[in-house]
C-alpha cells in the first residue's frame, strides 16, 4: 500500500508544474486523494482534494483559479496541475488517502496513507 509523489522542481513565478501521486497495491476508486504542502517553519495546509468515486474536489483558497486536481483511473493516478505559480506555493507538497465513499476533506487528520514529499520551488 504506497503512494508515490513526483514532479517537483524548480521553476520560475508564473510558470507551471504537474505533481503525480502514483498509488501502488490498492486501487483508488474508494478513495479520497489530497495534496498538502509544507514550508519551512509552516504547518502542513491542506491544498486540494479529490473524491475519486463521485469526483467531487475542494481548493485552498490560495490556489483556487490556478491550481487544478485530476484523477486518471486507468493510471491509479491524482495529478495536480499547478499553473501560474507563485513564490508563496514554494513548499514540500505531500500527497495522502482515505477511504471514502464521497467527499473529500482538506484536514489533514482525515488521511491515513501518506506519500513522500516532493520539493516545488518557485524562485527567478
Known amino acids: 500500500f504506497q503512494l508515490q509523489a513526483s514532479g517537483g522542481g524548480l521553476v520560475q513565478p508564473g510558470g507551471s508544474l504537474r505533481l503525480s501521486c502514483v498509488a501502488s497495491?490498492?486501487?483508488?476508486?474508494?478513495?479520497?486523494v489530497g495534496w498538502f504542502r509544507q514550508a519551512p517553519g509552516k504547518g502542513r495546509e491542506g491544498v486540494s482534494c479529490?473524491?475519486?468515486?463521485?469526483?467531487?474536489?475542494h481548493f485552498a483558497d490560495s490556489v483556487k483559479g490556478r491550481f487544478a486536481i485530476i484523477a486518471d483511473n486507468a493510471k491509479n493516478t491524482v495529478y495536480l496541475q499547478m499553473n501560474n505559480l507563485e513564490p508563496e506555493d514554494t513548499a514540500s507538497y505531500y500527497c495522502?488517502?482515505?477511504?471514502?465513499?464521497?467527499?473529500?476533506?482538506?484536514?489533514?487528520?482525515?488521511?491515513?496513507?501518506w506519500g513522500q514529499g516532493t520539493q516545488v520551488t518557485v524562485s527567478s
Open positions: 497495491e490498492f486501487a483508488l476508486e474508494f478513495y479520497a
Open positions: 479529490i473524491s475519486i468515486r463521485d469526483g467531487l474536489t
Open positions: 495522502a488517502t482515505y477511504i471514502s465513499f464521497g467527499a473529500c476533506s482538506l484536514m489533514a487528520q482525515a488521511y491515513t496513507h
